[in-house]
């Protein structure tokens, strides 16, 4: 499988069935070679420098019901909390001192945050601090929606598009969800101008290796600024509860290839990759990654944002997270950096696809 590895390495892509066999032939030999080349073409363009970015997690009221997810409407067991304005203000604030230069701001689909409300914020944010990037992770909104945050400032916004497979799609999320509309909002991003995330669980219940390839297709299509992918991690109380975890294994094997799939493109080590290993987040750096996202919410409120079992990073201060992953990054030869680290992968805007093109992907 190496020839795979090697001709993704030099030409940045690969037909379905070559993804579908690099992913099921894959063995720890594989492996080593994709890591390998993954750390070289990260350190071509962002050196041994590891982001980071201040996740805020400002509300876990959803009006989605995602089978996965912990924080999904119906779970009747989770308390609900929305911050204030002048709550993310102070988080701000701390987190600026701490050094962070990016803030996301990510939580459920709330209708409480409409869009004058958000647009207060984020001009807020902007206007108080104007070298830092916001970042916006609050599921899908109108074209109109995204263009008013766009305009009040905020420059990313990270939507990951789960599972491109509609039918895959439909068997994780509820009826009134769509791949097709989640995909869309994604375009809409892009051409609206900001840098884009998206990305997928790993192992998500009925997930198939052809699913896994047509992610990778996808990806090469959008085209984004960022990539955020990680396990899927069971939740008590959800109708998943007894589904197995994705394995840390094909995680980093999938982290691994989406660097050489996007060469420049910026990519966490997430939380859940910590969850699953207690060193998860430092071999994801080594299989490619280049960003972590330490927690900024103020401490009590944390343990309800619970989207799986067993998160990390429940109760300690930003600060010491901060000094902890400055540790683990440092272990292995790599270093935290306190810029607003833009991402090196130009947005090509959409203009030069085709909505076929942007639709078919087989
Ligand atoms: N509501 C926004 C959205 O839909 O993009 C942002 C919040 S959502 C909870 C953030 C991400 O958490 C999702 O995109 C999903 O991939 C991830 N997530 C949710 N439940 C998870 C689980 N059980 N295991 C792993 N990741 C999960």
Not at 188 to 211: A, C, H, R, W
Not at 239 to 246: I, L, R, S, T, V
Not at 260 to 282: F, H
Request: net charge neutral.
């Amino acid at each position: 499988m190496k020839y795979l590895i090697d001709k993704l390495t030099s030409n940045g892509s690969l037909s379905k069935e070559e993804w579908c066999m690099l992913i099921d032939r894959r063995t720890s030999d594989t492996a080593e070679h994709l890591f390998e080349n993954a750390r070289k073409k990260r350190e071509q363009y962002y050196g041994k420098d590891v982001y980071i970015r201040g996740l805020m997690e400002f509300t876990n009221y959803c009006r989605n019901d995602c089978l996965y997810c912990g924080i999904r409407k119906s779970n009747a067991n989770v308390t609900r909390y929305r911050l204030t304005k002048e709550q993310i203000l102070a988080c701000c604030e701390a987190g600026y001192s701490l050094g962070f230069r990016t803030f996301v701001l990510q939580g459920g689909e709330d209708g409480y945050f409409t869009d004058d409300r958000m647009t207060e914020i984020i001009s807020e944010i902007r206007r108080k601090f104007t070298d830092c990037a916001i970042t916006l992770s609050m599921g899908e909104r109108s074209r109109e929606s995204y263009q008013r945050f766009f305009d009040a400032g905020a420059n990313r916004y990270l939507l990951r598009h789960e599972t491109y497979n509609y039918e895959h799609y439909s068997r994780l999320h509820p009826e009134n969800l769509s791949a097709k509309n989640r995909q869309q909002c994604l375009w809409d991003l892009k051409e609206i101008g900001y840098q884009v995330g998206t990305g997928f669980m790993v192992g998500s219940p009925y997930q198939t290796t052809e699913n896994l390839a047509e992610d990778m297709l996808f990806l090469q299509k959008l085209n984004p600024q960022m990539v955020g992918i990680g396990p899927f991690i069971p939740h008590h109380d959800t109708p998943f509860c007894d589904f197995h975890a994705g394995t840390l294994e094909l995680t980093l094997f999938m982290l691994g290839l989406i660097r050489l799939l996007i060469p420049k493109v910026l990519l966490p080590a997430t939380t859940a990759l910590g969850t699953i290993a207690p060193n998860g987040r430092e071999l994801g750096i080594l299989a490619g990654a280049n960003v972590v996202m330490p927690n900024l919410s103020p401490i009590d409120v944390r343990k309800n944002y619970t989207l799986y079992d067993n998160k990390i990073c429940m109760g300690t201060e930003a600060a010491e997270c901060i000094e902890d992953l400055t540790k683990r990054m440092e272990s292995i030869g790599y270093k935290i950096v306190t810029v607003r680290g833009d991402s090196l992968n130009e947005s090509l805007g959409t203009g030069h696809l085709s909505k076929r093109d942007r639709v078919n992907i087989n």
